[in-house]
């Protein structure tokens, strides 16, 4: 069973940035593609990004430019670094590993962008 646990999330004010963690408590080399996940309220889940373990990304159109996803397999760890937050990236992020059907979650950090 694989563990994981993000970290990061704040209140930020529009135009901001911040950047989230994600650390698994297995080796993320076993898994082909990690990624993160948001949910807003009153919305569904939506991908945000994907890595694979060659490092080939992915990205909602929404968030392309301005986010950044990346791994450390070393430390275990994927990072979702974010700029030019505005208001409607406000969610509850989440991070994957597998796939989004039968993968690991994590429990989610909070993002709120509002000035």
Do not use: H
């Given at each position: 069973?694989?563990?994981?646990?993000?970290s990061?999330?704040?209140?930020?004010?529009?135009?901001?940035?911040?950047?989230?963690?994600?650390?698994?408590?297995?080796?993320?080399?076993?898994?082909?593609?990690?990624?993160?996940?948001?949910?807003?309220?009153?919305?569904?889940?939506?991908?945000?990004?994907?890595?694979?373990?060659?490092?080939?990304?992915?990205?909602?159109?929404?968030?392309?430019?301005?986010?950044?996803?990346?791994?450390?397999?070393?430390?275990?760890?994927?990072?979702?670094?974010?700029?030019?937050?505005?208001?409607?990236?406000?969610?509850?992020?989440?991070?994957?590993?597998?796939?989004?059907?039968?993968?690991?979650?994590?429990?989610g950090?909070?993002?709120?962008?509002?000035?």
């Amino acid at each position: 069973q694989v563990q994981l646990v993000e970290s990061g999330g704040g209140l930020v004010q529009p135009g901001g940035s911040l950047k989230l963690s994600c650390t698994s408590s297995g080796s993320i080399s076993n898994f082909y593609t990690m990624g993160w996940y948001r949910q807003a309220p009153g919305k569904q889940r939506e991908l945000v990004a994907t890595i694979t373990n060659r490092g080939s990304t992915n990205y909602a159109d929404s968030v392309k430019g301005r986010f950044t996803i990346s791994r450390d397999s070393a430390k275990k760890t994927i990072y979702l670094e974010m700029n030019s937050l505005k208001p409607e990236d406000t969610a509850v992020y989440s991070c994957n590993a597998g796939s989004e059907t039968f993968g690991y979650w994590g429990q989610g950090t909070q993002v709120t962008v509002s000035s």
